[in-house]
C-alpha cells in the first residue's frame, strides 16, 4: 500500500475572490488618468492571479495596497491641493533641507539630488514635513536666519578652548586677532555657533573657515 500523499490544490472561496477582484477593478477604474504603466500591468497581473487562485502573495498585496491608497479620492484630492498650494517658500525650504541632507549624509539623499537637480520636482506632503519639519533641520535654518556675531571687515579673536586647541589650523591662533572676510549666507549645520567665516590672520596670505563658535570679540587695542 502506497503511504504517499496525494497533492490537492487550496479551494477558493468564491465570495472572497470575487471581493478581491472587485477591489483590484475598482483601484484600475478610479486611477485610470494617474496609474504609471508599471502599474496598470501589475493590476493586470494581479487580476489574473486573483482570478486563479483567489488570493495574492503577501508581496502583492503589500504592493497592492500602496497602490490602492494612493487612488484613494480622498488622498489624490490632499495631494492636488498640496500641488496648487505650492509656493516660493517651501521651494525655498525644501532646498535648504535637501542642502542639508547633501552636507550631511547619509539621509534622504535620493530625494535631496533630485530636489536639486529637478526645479519642477514637488515632493509629497508626507517627505516634505519629514525632510523639513524635523529638529535637525530647523535648528540649521535658526541658525542661518540668526545675524553674525562678527561682520566682514571687523576684527575678532579666536577663543583659546578644547576645539580651537585640536584644530589644526587653529592651534597656532589661540588668543589672536583676526580679520573677518565673509561669512556664509547658510548655516548647514544644527549645532550652536555653527555659522561659518571666513577669517585673515593678521600678517598671514591665507584665509581661513571657521564658525562662530571658535571666536570671540577683540579686545580695542
Known sequence: MSYARTYRKPSKN?????????????????????LTDWERGFLESLLTSAKKWGRLTERQSDTFKRI?????????????????????DKRANVLFAAEYYKQNPPYFAGPAERI???????????????????????????????????????????????????IRDLHALRDKRVLVISVDKQTLSATKGSKRYTILP????????????HLKKAKKS
Open 68 to 88: 490602492e491608497h494612493n487612488t484613494n479620492p480622498e488622498v489624490v484630492s490632499a495631494r492636488n491641493n498640496w500641488v496648487n498650494d505650492w509656493n516660493d
Open 202 to 213: 593678521i600678517g598671514a596670505t591665507d584665509t581661513i573657515v571657521v564658525e562662530e563658535r
Open 14 to 34: 468564491t465570495a472572497e475572490t470575487n471581493k478581491l477582484v472587485g477591489r483590484i477593478e475598482k483601484v484600475a477604474a478610479r486611477g485610470v488618468k494617474t
Open 116 to 166: 536639486l537637480t529637478d526645479p519642477d520636482y514637488i515632493p509629497t506632503e508626507k517627505l516634505y514635513r519629514k525632510m523639513v519639519e524635523n529638529k535637525y533641520v530647523t535648528r540649521a535654518m535658526s541658525n542661518t536666519a540668526t545675524k553674525p556675531l562678527y561682520m566682514p571687515g571687523h576684527f575678532a579673536t579666536v577663543r583659546n578652548n578644547y576645539s580651537t586647541q585640536t
